[in-house]
């Protein structure tokens, strides 16, 4: 697994990390109250349905009924614990750095507007009408795209198993984010094999938080510009 390493430049208030961490809890905590068939009914009334918005008629009646708001909703529903905690590990290891970056208002938009782009690609994807598309897995890894954008020279200490032992090594945030994403393209041309996973949902998610936080240091850079008169 990834841990984050201590950074000499004082961090400043985040707030969105924790409190969307708090909200994907709580979320699967109130959804797991219910019996079987509610949990089914709340999965089928807030995940994004794949293959739902293919037909160009269909965007505006989408946005009409409320049907496009899922792909948002959808990104606080998770299968199981597995699938919950493996997205909060990573949201708080790339987010509190990311968020600190760029503030917290612009990481709350790239969390929801790059997983919400990140399920509608995995709808695409899909195709089938009948899949449901739940998990704040695409969120996670626009958040991962963001990180790498801003700190591409950052270091990431990475746990390594040694026989008996456990050895902490240093390593290039590029090298294993790029491992990680061409694991996600290799996974994407394997299909159903590996499981239920919406891989092209990573991949467009992880494309979309590169290009917000390309913009975002660029707009931080212009306005950081004028304000020295330059």
Same mark, same amino acid.
């Given at each position: 697994?990834?841990?984050?390493?201590?950074?000499?430049?004082?961090?400043?208030?985040?707030?969105?990390?924790?409190?969307?961490?708090?909200?994907?809890?709580?979320?699967?905590?109130?959804?797991?109250?219910?019996?079987?068939? %509610?949990?089914?009914?709340?999965?089928?009334? !807030?995940?994004?349905?794949?293959?739902?918005?293919?037909?160009? %008629?269909?965007? $505006?009646?989408?946005?009409?009924?409320?049907?496009?708001?899922?792909?948002?909703?959808?990104?606080?529903?998770?299968? %199981?614990?597995?699938?919950?905690?493996?997205?909060?590990?990573?949201?708080?290891?790339?987010?509190?750095?990311?968020?600190?970056?760029?503030?917290? !208002?612009?990481?709350?938009?790239?969390?929801?507007?790059?997983?919400?782009?990140?399920? $509608?690609?995995?709808?695409?994807?899909?195709?089938?009408? %009948?899949?449901?598309?739940?998990?704040?897995?695409?969120?996670?890894?626009?958040?991962?795209?963001?990180?790498?954008?801003?700190?591409?020279?950052?270091?990431?200490?990475?746990?390594?198993?040694?026989?008996?032992?456990?050895?902490?090594?240093?390593?290039?945030?590029?090298?294993?984010?790029?491992?990680?994403?061409?694991?996600?393209?290799?996974?994407?041309?394997?299909?159903?094999?590996?499981?239920?996973?919406?891989?092209?949902?990573?991949?467009?998610?992880?494309?979309?938080?590169?290009?917000?936080?390309?913009?975002?240091?660029?707009?931080?850079?212009?306005?950081?510009?004028?304000?020295?008169?330059?």
């Amino acid at each position: 697994m990834f841990v984050s390493l201590p950074t000499r430049s004082k961090p400043g208030l985040r707030w969105a990390t924790p409190l969307l961490a708090a909200l994907l809890f709580a979320a699967f905590v109130v959804a797991n109250m219910g019996s079987g068939p %509610d949990q089914r009914a709340l999965i089928v009334s !807030w995940g994004a349905l794949s293959g739902g918005l293919l037909a160009p %008629d269909a965007w $505006l009646a989408a946005l009409q009924d409320g049907r496009a708001l899922r792909l948002v909703t959808a990104l606080f529903l998770h299968a %199981d614990w597995a699938h919950l905690m493996g997205n909060l590990v990573f949201l708080l290891i790339f987010g509190l750095p990311a968020e600190r970056a760029m503030g917290p !208002w612009r990481f709350l938009g790239l969390f929801l507007f790059g997983g919400a782009v990140a399920n $509608l690609a995995a709808a695409l994807s899909i195709g089938a009408p %009948d899949r449901i598309i739940i998990g704040s897995s695409g969120a996670v890894s626009a958040v991962i795209g963001a990180y790498l954008a801003l700190f591409p020279r950052a270091k990431l200490g990475v746990v390594v198993p040694l026989g008996l032992f456990l050895e902490f090594v240093r390593a290039p945030a590029s090298l294993l984010i790029g491992i990680w994403a061409l694991l996600q393209l290799a996974f994407a041309y394997i299909g159903p094999t590996l499981g239920a996973v919406a891989w092209w949902a990573h991949l467009a998610g992880f494309a979309f938080g590169i290009v917000f936080a390309v913009l975002v240091r660029a707009a931080i850079a212009r306005r950081m510009r004028r304000q020295r008169g330059f």
